[in-house]
């Protein structure tokens, strides 16, 4: 079957268009990216005035610069793990609850192009509330010490985050029929998913001081996006510094590390080594890690929309107990 076929993707046009021209009527959509809008901008105002009281230095300048950018890219992080599973935890459901899901489940478009469709159309209008974010956080130019590179990689890990956690949500709403149990399970995932790896290596951290084995693996912080945007951070600082503990220590341990001599002869005197540039390797496995997520919650949210489902369990047969031979 061909691409334009019921198999392929060429419905997804079609779903997303309509869902995010039912999703921008009205004035509720056109209320709230105001009202966040004035209130992240407030938020800035607020510490702009307090960080620019008097006349700047360079080194000053640059600090506020820096502090607008982790205080927008932070909250711009937080919003994205919040919206995408709210905008899409009902995608689905709702149409099973309004009695609609059976007249766009016999449709020719695939089940595949369906849960696609659903999850564009609610990133669309994400992309609408992250995208009018920029503008404040490049403000921060104006007081330099960060580039447009740094910029563009911490929008690429809040955009790889909105892509996830939408998957998620989409995944949610396909399995549960009720918008509010989809919800609570996306909400839940998503969670997990940011913060409980982090949790489980704050844990094994313990038993590693009281125990004395290894550290735990740096794996455990990537999928948590604050980390990632931590690292980010250490690159617009000029490296240097780690997002994980355990490089950080290691990073510790090098510059206190004492140069050998070469040939026996007088003392060496001893030199901190310069400390290895730490920054910049968590944020491209945290972007792949939510790429997975979102790719494994979309099949699953096929899989569970489409009529005959493969991950289905199957049920044993039902055994009739045949009636005994006396009774008619």
């Known amino acids: 079957m061909t691409a334009q076929g019921p198999a392929g ?3 997804v046009s079609a779903i997303w268009i309509r ?46 610069g820096r502090g607008i950018f982790a205080a927008i890219v932070i909250i711009e992080t937080l919003v994205v793990l919040i919206l995408a599973p709210a905008y899409t935890a009902s995608s689905i459901s709702q149409e099973r609850e309004k009695g609609t899901f059976d007249l766009l489940a016999v449709t020719p478009i695939s089940s595949l192009a369906i849960v696609v469709g659903k999850l564009v ?21 104006l007081f330099g010490g960060m580039g447009l590179e740094h910029l563009v ?6 955009v790889a985050v ?15 029929r009720r918008s509010q149990a989809a919800t609570v399970a996306a909400f839940i995932a998503v969670a997990l998913i940011a913060g409980g790896s982090t949790l ?27 980390v990632a945007q931590t690292d980010v951070f250490c690159l617009v600082s000029g490296g240097g510094c780690s997002a994980t503990p355990a490089r950080s220590r290691g990073s510790n341990l090098a510059q206190a590390a004492p140069i050998p001599a070469a040939k026996p002869g007088p003392a060496v005197q001893l030199q901190p080594e ?55």
């Open 19 to 64: 869902e995010v021209r039912g999703r921008m009527r009205g004035k509720r959509a056109f209320v709230f990216l105001t009202f966040y809008l004035t209130v992240l901008a407030g938020l800035l105002w607020i510490g702009l005035q307090g960080a620019t009281a008097g006349p700047l230095s360079a080194l000053q300048s640059v600090s506020v």
């Open 200 to 226: 489980a290596w704050i844990s094994l951290e313990t038993g590693v001081r009281d125990n004395g084995t290894p550290d735990p693996p740096d794996a455990l912080f990537y999928p948590n996006p604050f």
């Open 121 to 141: 159309s609610a990133l669309m209008f994400l992309a609408v509330v992250v995208g009018a974010s920029i503008p404040l956080a490049s403000l921060a130019f």
């Open 274 to 328: 310069p400390a290895p540039n730490q920054a910049g390797y968590v944020w491209p496995w945290t972007v792949l890690a939510w790429l997975v997520v979102a790719v494994v919650a979309i099949l699953v949210a096929a899989d569970s929309v489409s009529p005959t489902r493969h991950l289905r369990r199957r049920r044993a047969p039902a055994i009739r107990r045949q009636p005994p031979a006396g009774n008619p």
């Open 153 to 158: 990689i911490a929008y690429l890990v809040i």
């Open 162 to 176: 909105a892509i996830g956690a939408g998957a998620v949500g989409v995944a949610s709403s396909a399995i549960f």
């Open 9 to 11: 993707l060429s419905g």
